[in-house]
């Protein structure tokens, strides 16, 4: 039997418009609680500028535990689009030698699913894409796994397809969430939507576990700035959301994927105030 793993997933961190205080609340939790390691699902920038990628460097250089990172929507070039198409990653690449793409811990592994394009048929880019590529990517490095590894998905875009209006979130979801499920992962963890939650869908291969981290950037949506801590037992994922203002973790949670990661407020207003509900952690579904 192996001892129960803790894994931090943060998500959102927009340097450039960062919340420091967040910042070095989650870096003094890491170093104190040593977690296996560290899960960031995307948006390390604002506007993917170098200055940006060169402070989440130094951050994360800073963080007592193995990290991975996926990119997220705003971590390709945004206004040099010769880069963007001809290089979407370069910038992104300068954090690599920092990271782990593919966390192996021990019979638990943590497999990325890359869900940005460099460009859509649609506009604005805002929303996920699996690609075939990405997802038999993803797929693959599953399938070579010894049987019965426990396998978390780190993505950046939640999958749900559509939103309940019909409007198309990330394309080619509904396939990717159903080999998924097929797959039994444990859990798909991402970020985008700065705000919690942790959902489980039906899909026709089964259930899905849904599990989204919020913001440490100054773009909150509903909720404050937060991080997830995950216990991972067995294959029992328990969720903690942690955050500055001490706001407990169902009250914390959405109840529903937000179609859109775009924050309704500017930094500085105040942040809408969240259900109180007098339970601080969540029973697992
Ligand atoms: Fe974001
Ligand atoms: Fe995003």
């Known amino acids: 039997m192996n001892a129960p793993v803790t894994l931090f997933h943060i998500s959102d961190l927009h340097f450039g418009l960062e919340d420091r205080r967040a910042l070095d609340w989650v870096e003094q939790a890491i170093a104190a609680e040593h977690p296996a390691a560290v899960a960031v699902t995307g948006d390390l920038t604002m506007r993917a500028r170098h200055r940006e990628f060169a402070a989440a460097c130094e951050w994360i250089s800073r963080l007592a535990a ?25 910038r992104f690449g300068a954090i690599k030698a920092l990271l782990e793409r593919e966390l192996d811990l021990g019979d638990l592994h943590v497999v990325p699913l890359q869900t940005v394009t460099r460009a859509q048929w649609r506009f604005p880019w805002v929303d996920g894409w699996v690609t075939d590529r990405a997802l038999a990517a993803t797929l693959a490095a599953i399938d070579a796994l010894p049987e019965g590894t426990r396998v978390l998905i780190t993505a950046h875009h939640p999958l749900p397809e559509r939103a309940p209006d019909g409007h198309v979130l990330t ?57 997830n801590e995950l216990m991972i037992d067995g294959r029992e994922v328990r969720v903690r959301v942690r955050n500055l203002a001490a706001v407990p973790t169902r009250a914390m949670q959405v109840d529903a994927v937000p179609e859109t990661a775009l924050p309704p407020r500017q930094p500085g207003e105040p942040v809408a105030p969240v259900n109180a509900v007098p339970e601080i952690d969540p029973p697992v579904t």
């Open 66 to 90: 193995p990290v991975t990172v996926e990119p997220g929507n705003h971590d390709m070039p945004y206004v040099n689009l010769i880069e963007r198409f001809a290089a979407p990653y370069r």
């Open 171 to 227: 394309i080619n979801g509904t396939r990717a969430m159903e080999e998924l499920a097929r797959r039994q992962v444990l859990a798909v963890l991402t970020g985008h939507v700065h705000d919690p939650f942790d959902l489980t869908a039906r899909t026709s291969a089964g259930p899905l576990r849904m599990i989204g981290a919020g913001t440490l950037s100054q773009r909150v949506r509903s909720t404050p700035p937060s991080f």
